[in-house]
């Protein structure tokens, strides 16, 4: 009777150290271009910009002259970016099939005093994937590398890479 008492408890020992260890963190996951093909259109691909609200008559020679340059993004989209001040990107999408721009609502900025070449996109003219760097505004909270999916009207986020809290604090944001 006690060596399976004995038995036992080395048991349960044995299964109370195995669940007690650290559980190992999921691999992290980032997009691909590959996995959001976007439609082939003809390259070169151009329209005349809708200039339909306030924002987008502000800007409405960058929209003209950008659309020029043809699609860029998505398949028959043009991605149009430009600085906004100091540490800021503003940019605009606009469809080269039929005109219609889309505004984002937001801007992208480095983090506070930080350089130019913190911001910034990545994508390609095959895929709907859209990569930014930066911050929404100067709070670090927002701070990071976003993959976004561009689904014809909206970009959604499909994950969000924060970027280091040191980054942040060395700038002097809040």
Wanted: glycine share 10%.
């Amino acid at each position: 009777m006690k060596s399976l008492r004995f038995t036992l408890t080395v048991f349960a020992f044995a299964a109370a150290s195995l669940l007690a260890q650290p559980v190992r963190a999921q691999q992290s996951w980032s997009p691909v271009a590959a996995d959001y093909p976007a439609v082939k259109m003809p390259v070169g691909l151009t329209s005349e910009p809708v200039i339909n609200s306030p924002a987008k008559a502000y800007f409405r020679t960058r929209l003209g002259e950008g659309a020029k340059q043809g699609s860029n993004f998505g398949g028959h989209y043009a991605l149009l970016q430009w600085g906004c001040g100091d540490g800021c990107t503003t940019f605009f999408i606009v469809d080269e099939l039929n005109g219609r721009v889309y505004e984002p609502g937001f801007n992208l900025t480095a983090p506070k005093g930080g350089a130019d070449d913190t911001i910034g996109f990545q994508y390609r003219p095959d895929s709907r994937l859209l990569v930014m760097q930066g911050c929404h505004g100067n709070f670090a909270a927002t701070c990071g590398k976003y993959y976004m999916l561009w689904t014809g009207s909206k970009l959604e986020t499909l994950a969000r890479e924060p970027l280091t809290t040191t980054i942040a604090a060395v700038r002097g944001m809040q």
